[in-house]
């Protein structure tokens, strides 16, 4: 009868000398995270008021007189301010735009507007560019952003006004009345959609 030996680990010799894949590992993993964009703020925008984002809170959006509450503007405020590209969630029906245009983009955002409306009510609505703050990681500002599945109306000017590249623009309706998509009839005021890459 043959007696059962416990496996004994082989360890192959290379001429790379030892911890070779450890570092190759590692460097392949530095790569990676230098090459992928880091998420770094999740702002849920649940308020339909403009109000601006609390000067005195700046780790996370909070909008002024009621720092519970998120605004779109609070959140693209403190996201510009902010290390990293960040994801704007809105979670209200309507956003109406009093205090002027909105803030520029100027950092990378997805922003999952989740059908909401944005009624520009006369101001400007989404603008994004591609300078931003370099020591943020913002140096090319808004460059790789999304605006998903947002209803934008009444701006002065562009709906959205972009120059830089790789944006992503999908399932929006721009320069729709807001009661259009209800079915009263009523006419349109045609925004537009502005676009200018830079080589």
């Given amino acids: 009868m043959k007696s059962i030996h416990p496996a004994r680990l082989r360890i192959i010799p290379t001429s790379r000398g030892p911890g070779f894949r450890h570092r ?3 460097l392949g993993a530095l790569l990676c995270a230098i090459a992928t964009p880091a998420f770094a703020d999740i702002f849920n925008v649940n308020t339909g008021t403009d109000a601006v984002q609390d000067p005195a809170i700046t780790d996370h959006c909070a ?4 720092t519970s509450h998120c605004t779109l503007r609070a959140a693209i405020k403190v996201g510009n ?3 990293g590209a960040h994801t704007i969630n ?3 029906p ?3 735009v009093i205090n002027g245009g909105l803030p520029t983009l100027m950092a990378t955002f997805i922003v999952n507007g989740n059908h909401a409306t ?3 009510n006369g101001h400007g609505c989404f603008d994004l560019t591609d300078s931003g703050t370099a020591n943020l990681n913002h140096s090319d500002g808004a460059t790789g952003s999304q605006l998903l599945n947002l209803v934008i109306g009444h701006c002065s000017g562009a709906g959205i006004s972009a120059n ?3 944006y992503v623009f999908t399932g929006n309706f721009i320069g729709m009345a807001c009661q259009d998509l209800a079915g009263t ?3 349109a005021d045609f925004d537009h959609f502005s676009y200018e890459q830079r080589p």
Avoid: N, P
Avoid at 63 to 66: K, M, R, S, T
């Fill in 118 to 120: 944005i009624d520009g």
């Fill in 185 to 187: 009839r009523k006419a």
């Fill in 94 to 96: 309507l956003i109406t």
């Fill in 63 to 66: 909008a002024q007189g009621d």
């Fill in 90 to 92: 809105i979670s209200v």
């Fill in 81 to 83: 301010t902010r290390a």
């Fill in 24 to 26: 190759q590992w590692l």
């Fill in 164 to 166: 830089g590249h790789d």
